[in-house]
């Protein structure tokens, strides 16, 4: 029999309530309080997230992001500034100890990137894994990951691109030449790619969620069953987001 995993589907929410939400299920799952998770979610209004270590002030220009109502936040995990707008992001908490996840990080983070080529695959997209983060598409990059290991939990995140705009993200990203700022914009868009640019069409987030759900399941092999975050998991955002992902000083710290 199939063990059962959980999936959160938590669609519209702001940049500091997500990474709180991703904090409180791992605090849950260390704690034994919930089975494994993959939650896919998006971000409203859309948002720059930045890397654990990064400086906010010199990464995001945070006039341009008023302006044009773009959230931020600082994230749990490393890596770099990442504009979220036309995606969808998943999230995977399982204990490290399971039998599923390698104890190699660059293993486990190929493991996870596989349910999300299998997903891709779902929607007639052949990918390709580049370690350590990257998924790509002839030659494109579709998808970027982080992950994160606290309370000998795993936590990883990453986006499936269902539309890009690159001019817009470099709009809200600070470029340390203005100079070469035109050819950074170029050699991204020749870099970058998304659902949308592969397959000549839109497709809709409950589609990509959709076909996410069968690739993890598949690489997985688990049943995946649509719930709720518990009532423990919503205080705990709220105390996170409140105290951490929502508060100045935990995303002007650097």
Not at 162 to 190: C, R, T
Not at 198 to 215: H, N, P, R, S, Y
Request: aromatic share 8%.
């Amino acid at each position: 029999m199939k063990e059962k995993w959980r999936l959160l589907k938590t669609e519209n929410n702001t940049a500091s309530t997500n990474m709180a939400i991703d904090r409180a299920v791992i605090v849950a799952n260390s704690k034994g309080m919930v089975s494994p998770t993959v939650r896919f979610y998006n971000w409203e209004p859309p948002a720059i997230s930045i890397g654990y270590f990064q400086s906010l002030e010199d990464e995001v220009d945070l006039d341009v992001c008023r302006q044009l109502g773009v959230d931020y936040v600082r994230r749990m995990t490393g890596g770099g500034a990442v504009f979220h707008d036309k995606e969808l992001t998943y999230s995977i908490v399982v204990p490290e100890s399971h039998s599923q996840i390698p104890k190699n990080i660059i293993e486990s983070y190929g493991r996870i990137c596989r349910a999300v080529m299998k997903g891709l695959k779902q929607l007639g997209i052949e990918s390709k894994y580049v370690p350590i983060n990257d998924i790509i598409t002839d030659g494109k990059k579709i998808s970027g990951n982080a992950q994160t290991r606290k309370t000998k939990t795993v936590l990883q995140h990453g986006t499936i691109l269902m539309d890009v705009d690159v001019d817009k993200m470099f709009s809200l990203l600070k470029v340390p030449n203005e100079k070469i700022k035109d050819k950074l914009i170029a050699d991204v868009k020749q870099r970058v790619t998304s659902i949308k640019h592969v397959l000549g069409e839109e497709i809709c987030f409950k589609d990509v969620a959709e076909a996410m759900k069968t690739g993890f399941e598949e690489e997985f092999n688990v049943e995946l069953i649509e719930d709720i975050l518990t009532e423990e998991e919503i205080e705990l955002s709220r105390k996170f987001e409140k105290e951490c992902f929502g508060a100045k000083d935990w995303n002007h710290k650097r």
